[in-house]
């Protein structure tokens, strides 16, 4: 089971899990950034690098998963090409936050942190964008939408539906 994990990486996948653990000496006082350098690396925690990393440092892919998943930063699955982060916060949620999550929730299928099944767009919910004045805030990749509507959404998602990826 762990080499068929494993084996979803190739050579130089696995090598890159093992360079980044020898940066870090210490391995369990230092699995959180050794956690954030795999994910910068590869966008995201593959299995096999997890596997590659309980191997590596002895600590058991459950307790490693155990620690993952207690943050939110760190994701299972592959990225979508396009992330949309619609602020729930309070001033985004008194006008209307609340509907324009739903609305993109039920334009994409998905619920707010899953990826779409063609891998086009994330879907996270945030606490605050930072851009109170413009609420309600939704942001795609790095493109602010101040004072969103639940009729702007079908136009805003189809602008990156169609555009070629890079
Ligand atoms: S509450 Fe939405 S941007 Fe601050």
Same mark, same amino acid.
């Given at each position: @089971? ?28 230092? *699995?959180?950034?050794?956690?954030? &350098?795999?994910? &910068? ?5 593959? =299995?096999?690098?997890? &596997? ?13 998963? %155990? ?12 990225? %979508? ?15 209307? %936050?609340?509907?324009?999550?739903? =609305?993109? =929730? ?12 063609? %891998?086009?767009? &994330? *879907? ?13 805030? @939704? ?8 004072? @969103? ?13 169609? @555009?070629e990826a890079e």
């Amino acid at each position: @089971m762990l080499q068929n994990n494993m084996s979803k990486l190739t050579e130089a996948e696995l090598s890159r899990v093992k360079d980044i653990c020898t940066q870090y000496p210490a391995k369990r006082a230092s *699995l959180i950034p050794v956690l954030q &350098d795999i994910q &910068d690396s590869f966008g995201y925690l593959p =299995e096999g690098a997890i &596997d590659r990393l309980s191997e590596l440092s002895d600590i058991s892919a459950n307790e490693i998963y %155990g620690v993952a998943t207690f943050y939110t930063q760190f994701r299972f699955s592959p990225p %979508g090409e396009h992330t949309i982060r619609v602020c729930q916060g309070t001033a985004c949620h008194v006008r209307q %936050g609340v509907q324009i999550l739903n =609305e993109v =929730e039920q334009q994409l299928d998905i619920k707010a942190g899953e990826t779409t099944t063609d %891998g086009k767009f &994330d *879907l996270e919910r945030v606490a605050c964008l930072g851009c109170c004045a413009l609420a309600p805030a @939704m942001v795609v990749d790095d493109k602010v939408y101040a004072r @969103m509507t639940v009729k702007k959404i079908a136009s805003v998602l189809s602008h990156y539906a169609t @555009m070629e990826a890079e």
